[in-house]
């Protein structure tokens, strides 16, 4: 059973980081593609980046060169580095396996705000 | 970066109704596209991947279609539990995107 665990969100103030990790069992994690998404409260679903088996990474716009996508193979763990947290980011982070939605975390919260 | 433009945003249908539910990509985008059913509180759920092709599990009342750049995802007849958010994804290039979503509420 393909199982993923979000950890790591929390309360941060504005200009400040944080790194969610992403607990992964149940299927082969180095083969796979990984994908981050997250939903603002009460607004839509974003894709915000994605990082594929060969290591290859890929990001929104409204992420890039403030957010970092990485994998661990040895620890069938995915993470997402965010530095420069804005307001803005305050969202439910969703870890996806895959490049196309077919499994999810149940998410963790991020909160920005002073 | 390729838009999704999904339509309606929201609708209120009846237990029975037919309903279907657009995605317009701003550049074609083949068959590369999913739909997902969000409800209140939860995870979203795949429902069809591949334009057409239904998750295992999802009931046949739910369907996709198109190619290209105009999707539609159909639900052949509205039962109580199909009330939720509905969202497309294009997963043909990067960045992927999502439509807006639509909110479908009862009638």
């Known amino acids: 059973e393909v199982q993923l665990l979000e950890s790591g969100g929390g309360l941060v103030q504005p200009g400040g980081s944080l790194r969610l990790s992403c607990a992964a069992s149940?299927?082969?994690?180095?083969?796979?593609?990984m994908t981050w998404v997250r939903q603002a409260p009460g607004k839509g679903l974003e894709w915000i980046s994605e990082?594929?088996?060969?290591?290859?990474?890929y990001y929104a716009d409204s992420v890039k060169g403030r957010f970092t996508i990485s994998r661990d193979n040895s620890k069938n763990t995915l993470y997402l580095q965010m530095d420069s947290l804005r307001a803005e980011d305050t969202a439910v982070y969703y870890c996806?396996?895959?490049?196309?939605?077919?499994?999810w975390g149940q998410g963790t919260l991020v909160t920005v705000s002073s | 970066d390729i838009q999704m433009t999904q339509s309606p945003s929201a609708m209120s249908a009846s237990v029975g109704d037919r309903v279907t539910i657009t995605c317009r990509a701003s550049?074609?985008?083949?068959?590369?596209l999913a739909w997902f059913q969000q409800k209140p509180g939860k995870v979203p759920k795949r429902l069809i991947y591949?334009?057409?092709s239904l998750e295992s599990g999802v009931p046949s009342r739910f369907s996709g279609s198109g190619s290209g750049t105009e999707f539609t995802l159909t639900i052949s007849s509205l039962q109580p539990e199909d009330f939720a958010t509905y969202y497309c994804?294009?997963?043909?290039?990067?960045?992927?995107?999502f439509g807006q979503g639509t909110k479908v509420q009862i009638k």
């Open positions: 591949a334009s057409s």
């Open positions: 994804l294009q997963h043909n290039s990067y960045p992927r995107t």
């Open positions: 990082i594929v088996d060969s290591g290859a990474t």
């Open positions: 996806i396996k895959g490049g196309w939605g077919d499994y």
């Open positions: 550049q074609g985008i083949s068959n590369y």
């Open positions: 149940g299927f082969t994690f180095s083969s796979s593609s």
